[in-house]
């Protein structure tokens, strides 16, 4: 393959994994932003979408097959599922903790996370479980990029997914809450917000996209396990601070910039895909050195 | 502060038993006691018991020692540290490179792994704590990974297979290879730990991570530099966790990336959290826990992870301050 050849599959390859960074990226980025919690839980709940998908694949496919309208159908009904599981997540273990000492409600997060990677892992005797779906693997190409049919409508569906949760924030009401309640929660109580529900909406909508991520990454990948969330939840955090902690399109433009700098890293030489997660994290430092704020945050420092 | 700390004790369903059970070592007669007769046992303890439960103290004795560094970052600091295992690591391969590709002196290798991990705590530490506190738990979290990953592709390092052939340390011409040695070898270090953690907590610094801890801000504006303090509590607690990694290297002989996952740094934290952050009876008493349940409870192996995810969810739910109370009376406040 000529060079440019490459890079465009790579460019494609990038924004395709760009895009389950982003998804799972806005809801770490939002429970950061709206009541200052690492959620370490989120890439659980990435792994935990996957599970639920695969199990609703398998009770539904003898009934309506495994082709693209059980995907979807199964995607919608996940989504609602785990977005819930959210929710309760939030109501059991981070509600009752948001007054107490930061570090507190740190370790609540990572007593969740381990709650439920080895809850699945018993269930899934830790084994990797192939994610069957029906669909066509056949490739076609389109000038010199070489595509599936499966490739394409997940890359659509992700951008889809980020297009429609950007005019949530954006223009409805909820959305509007949110950013609010990121500014100042205090004066947004006063202001009659009803901040707890709130909360709650967010830990929805973050958990039901990053649900959806863990389905597509399944579909995409062929196999998933327990632990698929744990370097995941690093790198939605990693695409977070790139964008600009707290801010939506920041998340998102952070996970496509990460997915693309991991595509192309791997073909500089000397770095193979074994340095992969290294390289990363080698990104993660230096942003944090230069650029703490994010490419779209304001260079302010923490207000007291 | 002082309205969380209400709003947990009238949820709390133990209120009162536990701080009853440790009321006795109020009295100062009955602590030194209790610390002497302790103290002898631990002493005696080898020549009545077989190899393995020598084993299991000597592994607790360790705990005992990585915790207490840990403590330093997490109890003292308030900083959440999760990867704990790769400063471990830092040591320990320091360690086992200088000693079997080099053939260098045991003890001449301390001094190596407390250079190596104060860099590398400085590598992480400095970008991370001038930003925002809360930043080191995930960037400690990657890092762990990072490390382990590492040391899995390098060549010096020995890749998946890891390194073998590390000498066994040598003592006033004695060569420590017994199991007997290496519990004694660690219950001084583990009452080396503890000194230095109780001149640390009483030390100008000690008070200074303190008010760190209760509020930052007030800190700050009594002149308190709150980034170095923070980093200082990193990087020494780092250095802690790279000599027992030296120590356990030693005792070992042979190394490999499977020793310093993530789950080993969760059982670090475990033990901390468990017994009470900052304390160092706490500590203690969280690091007997972690060793001991999974021994005295074989049955719950595959479950042991999940059971502490639980607890740990409790324990800050109903009782933040660990199971060793804050301080050995009942609560006044009723």
Redesign the interface.
């Known amino acids: 393959m000529a060079l440019h050849e490459i890079l465009l599959q790579q460019l494609f390859n990038g924004l395709l994994i760009g895009s389950f960074y982003g998804l799972v990226a806005i809801g770490y980025s939002m429970v950061y932003g709206i009541i200052k919690l690492l959620n370490f839980a989120h890439g659980d709940i990435y792994m935990i979408g996957a599970f639920s998908g695969l199990i609703f694949l398998s009770i539904a496919s003898p009934y309506i097959g495994a082709g693209w309208p059980s995907l979807i159908l199964g995607l919608l009904i996940t989504m609602l599922l785990v977005g819930l599981l959210g929710v309760l997540i939030q109501r059991v273990a981070y509600r009752p903790m948001l007054k107490a000492p930061r570090l507190s409600i740190l370790i609540t997060a990572l007593a969740v996370s381990m709650i439920l990677y080895n809850t699945v892992m018993l269930l899934s005797a830790g084994r990797y479980r192939a994610f069957n779906v029906d669909i066509s693997s056949e490739s076609f190409y389109l000038g010199a990029l070489r595509l599936t049919e499966t490739r394409v409508i997940l890359i659509v569906a992700a951008f889809t997914l980020m297009f429609i949760m950007h005019m949530f924030i954006t223009k409805t009401m909820y959305g509007k809450a949110m950013r609010a309640i990121a500014l100042d929660r205090d004066t947004c109580q006063l202001m009659g917000i009803d901040v707890f529900k709130i909360i709650a909406l967010t830990f929805f909508v973050g958990s039901a996209l990053a649900a959806a991520a863990g389905i597509m990454a399944g579909v995409y990948y062929g196999t998933i396990h327990f632990f698929m969330g744990f370097l995941i939840g690093l790198k939605a955090f990693t695409a977070a601070v790139i964008g600009g902690i707290g801010i939506i399109p920041g998340a998102m433009l952070g996970g496509l910039l990460l997915g693309l700098l991991e595509a192309f890293g791997t073909q500089i030489p000397f770095i193979g895909t074994e340095w992969k997660d290294v390289f990363s994290f080698a990104f993660l430092i230096l942003f944090l050195i230069f650029k703490p704020n994010g490419l779209l945050g304001r260079s302010e420092s923490e207000r007291m | ?1 002082a ?2 700390k209400n ?2 004790k009238i949820k709390n369903p133990f209120e009162g038993i536990i701080e009853k059970l440790f009321m006795i070592f109020e009295n100062k007669i009955y602590l030194y006691g209790f610390f002497a007769a302790l103290v002898v046992f631990l002493v005696i303890f080898p020549n009545t018991s077989s190899r393995f439960t020598q084993e299991i103290m000597t592994n607790l004795f360790f705990y005992v020692v990585v915790c207490l560094g840990l403590n330093i970052i ?1 109890g003292y600091a ?3 540290h ?1 990867g704990y295992a790769a400063f471990f690591a830092v040591g320990a391969y320091t360690t086992g490179i200088l000693s079997s590709r080099m053939g260098m002196d045991f003890w001449l290798t301390i001094p190596f792994s407390i250079v190596a991990a104060v860099i590398a705590g400085l ?2 530490g400095f ?2 704590l001038r ?5 080191l ?3 400690t ?3 762990g ?2 490390t382990r ?2 040391i899995r ?1 390098l060549d010096v390092t020995g890749g998946a297979i890891g390194l073998i052939g590390i000498q066994r340390p040598e003592f006033f011409g004695i060569t420590l290879n017994q199991i007997s040695h290496f519990y004694y070898m660690f219950f001084i270090l583990a009452i080396l730990a503890i000194i230095v953690s109780y001149r640390l907590e009483n030390s100008r610094m000690g008070r200074a991570w303190e008010y760190i ?1 209760e509020d930052e ?1 007030a800190a700050a504006a009594m002149g308190i530099n709150v980034t170095t303090s923070r980093l200082y509590a990193f990087i020494i607690g780092s250095a802690f966790g790279a000599v027992a990694g030296s120590f356990f290297a030693a005792k070992m002989t042979a190394i490999s990336p499977d020793s310093f996952m ?1 789950i080993h740094s ?1 059982m670090f ?1 475990m033990a901390v ?1 468990l017994g009470g ?1 900052g304390k160092i009876p706490g500590v203690v008493l969280g690091s007997v826990l972690v060793v001991l349940i999974p021994e005295v409870a074989r049955g719950i192996g ?2 042991r ?2 059971i ?3 607890l ?2 409790i324990i ?2 109903y009782r ?1 301050q660990g199971i060793w109370p804050e301080k050995p009376t009942i609560s006044t406040d009723e």
């Open positions: 502060m309205e969380t709003k947990h997490v308030g900083l959440l999760l590598a992480i970008p991370t930003l925002r506190g809360d930043y738990a995930i960037v979290l990657g890092f990974e990072i990953l590492t592709n801890r801000d993530f969760v934290l959290v952050m595959p479950y992870l999940l502490f995810g639980f740990l969810l800050m739910l933040p």
